[in-house]
């Protein structure tokens, strides 16, 4: 049984190929209703345009709360702006 990913992915791929159109990331991803991590499309295109079909992709839970996510990401910043402007006086 595939997941709901999975079949997401194979109902856009299907869907384009029926249509006469060669599959491609952009457009699997406007076919799609939920997004998707770009990552996981071009997985899927890859395995399809190898084995004419998508591996199963099960949905994981990020290992870190979204808020713990932003907090990193705006430190990243801070540090990456901090850098550009000691760059920019150097």
Do not use: C, H
């Not at 997985?43 to 996510?69: C, F, Y």
């Amino acid at each position: 049984m595939s997941s709901e990913i999975t079949q997401a992915l194979e109902q856009a791929i299907n869907s384009l190929v029926a249509e006469g159109k060669e599959p491609s990331v952009a457009l699997i991803k406007s076919r799609l209703a939920d997004p998707l991590p770009m990552p996981l499309i071009i997985k899927a295109l890859q395995a399809w345009k190898k084995n004419a079909k998508v591996p199963k992709i099960e949905k994981t839970e990020p290992t870190i709360s979204m808020e713990e996510r932003v907090k990193q990401l705006e430190q990243q910043v801070a540090a990456l702006t901090a850098r550009i402007e000691q760059l920019e006086n150097s």
